[in-house]
Every structure is written in structure tokens, then in C-alpha cells.
């Protein structure tokens, strides 16, 4: 493992790293490779701790789960969950805010596959993708704006029929497309 100036070695074998040294590492791979695990915390600017972010590195490039957990109400969360392999995003993915915002589902190679849940504010979506392209089954339901929308993707690109529902008035509306293009409308 590279022992970096400033670094601390921690308990459990990671290496504390200040914020401006991890981003040092990071960014100037020239003169340190990162490798093995490392851990950096966030404060405010009250000195209070905001996060607490674990990585692992092999031979400079990120590797295995990235995990960061967040301050909220009181307590830490697991606020973020990222698998890498060979530096490239690989494997289950996790993001929330522990309240309104929330997005999971994985990634191959650095790209997203399969299907993803994503929920904003009022809006959750169920999206699949193909090689980092939306591919397949597509939804989506806005509780404020009482609207469902669902359909298909093919390469990225609408098709087939899509309906859009509004909830509060059970007013349907029911689209075709073919390779993204509006072909009708009802």
C-alpha cells in the first residue's frame, strides 16, 4: 500500500485521507498510484461530520464497493453505494438522499443495465436500460401532477404505444411511435 505525507494508517486497514488529499490522488496519478482502501470525512464548517466516504483502489483505479454515508436527522445513513471494477462503474448501484431522492440499479462496464427505480420529489420512475441505452419497459408517476405514463423503448427511442393516464380525471391519452417519431395520437 502507498503511504501517502498527511495519511494516517486507520484501524481496519483503510487509510485516512483529508479531503484535498484524496482529490490530490485522484487527480495527479503521476506521482502516487493509489492502492488499497482508503476513507475521507467531510465536515462543516462547524467542525460537525457531514459524510464518511470508503474506496478502494487497486493499481490506481477504483475497484470493489465505494460506500458514503451521510448525516441526516440525527444519525449517519447509507446515503451512496457504488460497485467499480478496473476503474469503471461495475455492479450494484445506490444514491439517496434518505428522504425524497433515490436512484438504484446496476451497472455493467461503466454503463447502466437492466432495470433502474428512480424517485424525485413526487416522481418515480422504473426505466430499463440495454448497454447504457433506455431499452425495454418504460414508467413513470408524478403524485402532484397525478399523471402515469408508461411504454417501450427501442435503442433509446420511443416506441410502440405509450399511455399517458391522469389520474384525478381518468383522462387517457394513447400515442404510437415508431424509432422515437409521433405516429398517432388518441
Known amino acids: ?25 485522484v487527480n495527479d496519478s503521476t506521482k502516487h498510484l493509489p492502492d488499497g482502501k482508503y476513507y475521507t470525512i467531510q465536515y462543516d464548517n462547524e467542525g460537525k461530520i457531514l459524510s464518511l466516504e470508503t474506496i478502494s483502489y487497486k493499481k490506481g483505479k477504483k475497484s470493489g464497493e465505494s460506500l458514503r454515508f451521510s448525516q441526516g436527522l440525527g444519525s449517519f445513513f447509507l446515503s451512496q453505494n457504488i460497485g467499480f471494477k ?38 418515480f420512475k422504473i426505466v ?18 397525478n399523471i402515469e405514463v408508461s411504454g417501450q423503448y427501442k435503442k433509446g427511442k420511443k416506441n410502440g404505444i405509450w399511455i399517458t393516464k391522469y389520474t384525478d380525471t381518468d383522462m387517457i391519452i394513447k400515442e404510437e411511435y415508431k424509432n422515437g417519431e409521433l405516429i398517432s395520437e388518441k
Open 1 to 25: 500500500m502507498n503511504i501517502i505525507k498527511a495519511q494516517t494508517e486507520f484501524v481496519e486497514g483503510y487509510v485516512k485521507l483529508l479531503d484535498f488529499e484524496y482529490y490530490e490522488i
Open 86 to 123: 478496473n476503474g469503471l462503474m461495475d455492479g450494484y448501484y445506490m444514491n439517496t438522499d434518505n428522504h425524497t431522492f433515490s436512484k438504484e440499479g446496476y451497472y455493467e462496464k461503466g454503463k447502466k443495465n437492466g432495470i433502474w427505480k428512480e424517485n424525485e420529489s413526487s416522481e
Open 128 to 145: 430499463s436500460y440495454k448497454n447504457g441505452i433506455k431499452s425495454g419497459s418504460f414508467k413513470s408517476t408524478d403524485n402532484d401532477l
